[in-house]
Nanobody, 116 residues
């Protein structure tokens, strides 16, 4: 099993920045893709960004140019740097990781609130 611990959410004004972190721990032999999803009230959970173990990244169109995903493979940690935040970025952000090829784990979620 893999446990994911997220941190870094909070309240910020529009135009501000936040950095989310997610650390994976547990008994596994590989972690491939790590990513961030978000879910706003009344909406479906959606992919924000993900990154492979080799560093290839993928972003939702709505965050391209504002958010940057990165990871530290030695620490099994993924980060999401969020700049130029907008009120529509308000959501619960969830970390997700694919491990041992076929399994997925979710973090508990961290609230990001952007005030106008």
């Amino acid at each position: 099993q893999v446990q994911l611990v997220e941190s870094g959410g909070g309240l910020v004004q529009a135009g501000g920045s936040l950095r989310l972190s997610c650390a994976a721990s547990g008994n596994f032999f590989s972690i491939s893709v790590m990513g961030w999803y978000r879910q706003a009230p009344g909406k479906r959970r959606e992919l924000v960004a993900d990154i492979t173990s080799g560093g290839s990244t993928n972003y939702a169109d709505s965050v391209k140019g504002r958010f940057t995903i990165s990871r530290d493979n030695a620490k099994n940690t993924v980060y999401l740097q969020m700049n130029s935040l907008k009120p529509e970025d308000t959501a619960v952000y969830y970390c997700n990781t694919q491990w041992n090829i076929q399994y997925h784990s979710w973090g508990q979620g961290t609230q990001v609130t952007v005030s106008s």
